[in-house]
T-cell receptor
């Protein structure tokens, strides 16, 4: 079974530029998550999708971050414009369903450096 | 407000001995807990879970204990192996939310 795929693996941009990350979840997983992990901290949930609908985006900085999951499969997370404090690893995860405590399966992450 | 805390940022253990990683939480509504292991440059990998209706769950060398009254859980690894060297995160979710709150992680180093 293929795991969660993410690209790119690394990205370096200057502040005020924009960037986009892509995620392909495990086949058949209805729920998709984007997390931000700042160095020395645990992953923090940014947004959670069930199929192509948003379940929770309460911690997504909506003035600069956006995410979509067209057709309920792949997802993209965008930051525009980026700030220095956005430097982090962005993790995508998927699970079978959101309304039961299923384990989440993580991709390798995208390490973003904002200079 | 850190609802899930791992107060030990690092731990070193000799190969073959027991590793005990601790996690405390503050929200009494949390009822499902997970442990993840993370190697450098990889995403976290699910290790073991426990529901609040249990106080212990075992899977091979890994056992998780839950003390609901103390709002504390621990992960025991016996015997510890060098390949267990990684960062371990605990995560908790509450009934009705199914949104996981992660701790800050504990870096385990198993010495050969």
């Amino acid at each position: 079974e293929a795991g969660v795929a993410q690209s790119p693996r690394y990205k370096i941009i200057e502040k005020r530029q924009s960037v986009a990350f892509w995620c392909n979840p495990i086949s058949g997983h209805a729920t998709l998550y984007w997390y931000q992990q700042i160095l020395g901290q645990g992953p923090k949930l940014l947004i959670q999708f069930q199929n192509n609908g948003v379940v929770d985006d309460s911690q997504l900085p909506k003035d600069r971050f956006s995410a979509e999951r067209l057709k309920g499969v792949d997802s993209t997370l965008k930051i525009q414009p980026a700030k220095l404090e956005d430097s982090a690893v962005y993790l995508c995860a998927s699970s079978l369903e959101w309304n039961f405590s299923y384990e989440q399966y993580f991709g390798p992450g995208t390490r973003l450096t904002v200079t | 407000d850190q609802q899930v805390k791992q107060n030990s940022p690092s731990l070193s253990v000799q190969e073959g001995r027991i590793s005990i990683l601790n996690c405390d939480y503050t929200n009494s509504m949390f009822d499902y807990f997970l442990w993840y292991k993370k190697y450098p440059a990889e995403g976290p990998t699910f290790l073991i879970s426990i529901s609040s209706i249990k106080d212990k769950n075992e899977d091979g060398r890994f056992t998780v204990f839950l003390n609901k009254s103390a709002k504390h859980l621990s992960l025991h690894i016996v015997p510890s192996q060098p390949g267990d060297s990684a960062v371990y995160f605990c995560a908790a979710s509450g009934s009705g939310t199914y949104k996981y709150i992660f701790g800050t992680g504990t870096r385990l180093k198993v010495l050969a």
